[in-house]
């Protein structure tokens, strides 16, 4: 790792705890609404199917089948039509009051600040994200992420999403570097992982749920010269750069 200068971190699920957050956000506004009137649907349900709606759709952005605006709306209007409630009871803007709540919930991974600072003290830290510009900043701040973070670049901003090349070489070209001075790690094996290494980055895989825990990963990924291994622990990562 002589070469090395940056360390790239997915956000959502890698160093902000997504999944958490969202849920005490869907909680708070399950409750507000009273949704419980309108539907059969306990709030364990709701959410449930809301995180199924909201990945459906967070597919279809990542590969520009959809506008954000569509995403940010239709997940919730989605979820309400199969919860059987009738348009004229779906609360109005729910997504506007989704995003004034969600942001700035103050959940992160275990070990995360730890890692940061860790990492931070000898490279360059630098975030790549398909969450929307704002939205990120926002989570950068209100969770104190952004104190050790020097460079952010989201999928919003450049055109591209993870896992196209374009994505990857706008980070490059940005910062004047090479795939060899860099490492990254991030959740999702097809957005982040093979995202990373198709484009030259060594790239870790971030085992949040320990899914892969008991059953192994697909074996060319395994066996990728690129691939830096798979972590569930975020301090393990940052021992790596122990000399």
Not at 14 to 39: G, P
Not at 87 to 96: C, G, K, R
Not at 182 to 195: A, F, K, S
Not at 213 to 231: C, R
């Amino acid at each position: 790792m002589n070469s090395l200068k940056w360390v790239f971190f997915d956000l959502d699920n890698t160093l902000w705890d997504f999944d958490a957050n969202a849920r005490e956000a869907l909680k708070e506004l399950f409750v507000r609404h009273q949704l419980h009137l309108h539907s059969d649907f306990h709030i364990d349900q709701f959410i449930s199917l809301y995180e199924d709606v909201n990945k459906a759709y967070w597919k279809k952005y990542e590969k520009g089948e959809v506008t954000k605006e569509i995403l940010r709306t239709r997940r919730f209007t989605d979820t309400f039509d199969l919860m059987g409630i009738q348009p004229a009871l779906q609360p109005a803007n729910v997504w506007e009051e989704y995003l004034n709540i969600c942001p700035y919930m103050p959940v992160l991974i275990p070990g995360a600040m730890e890692c940061l600072s860790h990492v931070s003290q000898k490279f360059k830290v630098g975030i790549l994200t398909n969450g929307f510009e704002e939205t990120q900043q926002i989570k950068l701040r209100s969770s104190g992420i952004g104190a050790f973070v020097d460079f952010m670049q989201s999928s919003e901003r450049v055109g591209f999403a993870k896992p196209s090349a374009e994505f990857f070489m706008h980070v490059f070209d940005s910062l004047e570097i090479g795939s060899n001075e860099c490492i990254y790690i991030g959740d999702n094996l097809e957005t982040d992982v093979w995202g990373g290494i198709n484009s030259g980055i060594m790239t870790a895989f971030f085992d949040k749920d320990l899914k892969y825990s008991e059953i192994p990963l697909p074996k060319d990924l395994v066996e990728n010269k690129l691939f830096a291994g798979k972590y569930s622990n975020l301090n393990d990562f940052a021992r790596i750069f122990v000399v």
